[in-house]
């Protein structure tokens, strides 16, 4: 039974001291670890204080090599979710979503990492022509990463989206309200929406007149 002991010992002792530091979570498991070369390996959690009028958080999520790699969390300092991001090479790539403080999403971001070891790197882009078939396009490295994908708003209420927009390779192809969506989206023999009677009632009576002042609401000085 000693013997089992030292050996156990022993087996943990060289495993923390292949690690140039780390810290013990709650749980007993070594967070935040720094190895030999002076990059974050493994599990890790931030803390961010709040600072002149800046909100503070924690995030939690795992490196490789001195990279934030998958999906990372992050929480205000009261322990409420604000975000959940995916990381690749150190830079957002694949969807993540942003929570208010009641934990509904409001808004929902698509990206696209490149391997910043690369010169130049591929991209699947969808053919517009062709919905469901992709090509793919060599593209040169800057490094980081660009918007590419769907990106989409939510009215935090409701749940409803506000907002859609189509980005590819970092550039805005479409941006649309559900309004405009659903304007753009009509038929070519579509009706158009009748005024109300009072509005053409109004239209008609001031027909060749002078520009007619219509109170708003607002103040004027």
Same mark, same amino acid.
């Given at each position: 039974m000693r013997w089992i002991l030292i050996i156990t010992m022993f087996v943990s002792m060289s495993s923390f001291? +292949?690690?140039?530091?780390? !810290? !013990?979570?709650?749980?007993? $498991?070594?967070? %935040?670890?720094? $190895?030999? #070369? /002076?990059r974050k390996q493994g599990p890790w959690v931030h803390r961010y204080e709040t600072i002149r009028g800046e909100r503070g958080f924690e995030e939690e999520g795992e490196y490789t090599d001195d *990279?934030?790699? /998958?999906?990372?969390?992050?929480?205000?300092?009261m322990g409420d979710l604000l975000a959940v991001e995916n990381f690749r090479w150190g830079f957002l790539d /694949? +969807?993540?979503q942003y929570f208010n403080m009641a934990g509904n999403v409001v808004r929902e971001e698509s990206w696209r990492a490149f391997n910043p070891d690369k010169l130049y790197d591929t991209i699947d882009v969808e053919d517009v022509m062709s919905p469901g078939n992709f090509n793919q396009v060599i593209v040169k490295?800057? /490094?980081?990463?660009? *918007?590419h994908g769907t990106w989409q708003y939510y009215d935090p209420v409701s749940g409803l989206i506000n907002k859609t927009e189509l980005y590819l390779l970092g550039k805005l192809e479409k941006g %649309? $309200?559900?309004?405009?969506?659903?304007? $753009?989206?009509?038929? #070519? %023999?579509?009706?158009? !929406?009748q005024k109300p009677k009072e509005v053409l009632d109004f239209e008609k009576k001031n027909t060749g007149k002078k520009k007619v002042k219509v109170r708003d609401g607002s103040v004027g000085y």
């Open positions: 001291a +292949q690690w140039k530091d780390y !810290i !013990i979570g709650v749980k007993g $498991d070594t967070l %935040n670890r720094v $190895d030999l #070369a /002076g *990279r934030k790699e /998958g999906r990372w969390r992050k929480y205000s300092l /694949g +969807q993540s490295n800057e /490094g980081s990463s660009i *918007r %649309n $309200d559900p309004m405009t969506l659903a304007r $753009d989206t009509l038929p #070519a %023999n579509a009706k158009k !929406i």
